[in-house]
């Protein structure tokens, strides 16, 4: 029996293909919070390059904190960073932080449900209803 030899240029084309295959995969799997979900909206996003500051606020419809906690613990962070993420429940009422920044003014604060932060040190945070006075 005589063995098929594979050229080289099918082993590069291969190689190639799967090489796209792989990339698409990392890409569709990756969570930059921009990916659409039914769950959470992301309504805005701001970054600060200078001082590696992002923050994040979403509207969501859930009710569960650990779900709502997950979702945070999801998200991007870079080492010697910081990320702020806030969760609304009434969508009219979910600041776009893309303009904002960090801060919120008080008719939003009533609607923030959870409020989650990473710090540079990559300890993280999670308060249910951080503005709520008693």
């Not at 098929?4 to 190639?16: D, R």
């Not at 859930?62 to 945070?72: E, L, Q, R």
């Not at 979910?94 to 300890?123: E, S």
Request: glycine share 6%; charged share 25%; hydrophobic share 35%.
């Amino acid at each position: 029996m005589a063995s098929k030899k594979i050229s080289t240029t099918t082993k590069v084309v291969i190689l190639i293909v799967v090489i796209f295959i792989l990339m698409g995969f990392m890409i569709l799997s990756f969570d930059n919070g921009k990916k659409p979900s039914e769950e959470f909206e992301k309504v805005g996003y701001f970054i600060n390059e200078k001082s590696s500051i992002k923050i994040y606020s979403y509207y969501t419809k859930v009710n569960n904190f650990d779900k709502i906690k997950a979702h945070a613990q999801s998200l991007p962070w870079k080492k010697g960073g910081v990320t702020h993420v806030y969760y609304f429940n009434d969508r009219e009422n979910t600041p776009n932080v893309t303009h904002l920044g960090v801060k919120l003014k008080p008719r939003f604060r009533k609607n923030c449900i959870a409020y989650y932060y990473k710090l540079t040190n990559g300890k993280g945070n999670f308060t249910k209803y951080p503005f709520k006075t008693d």
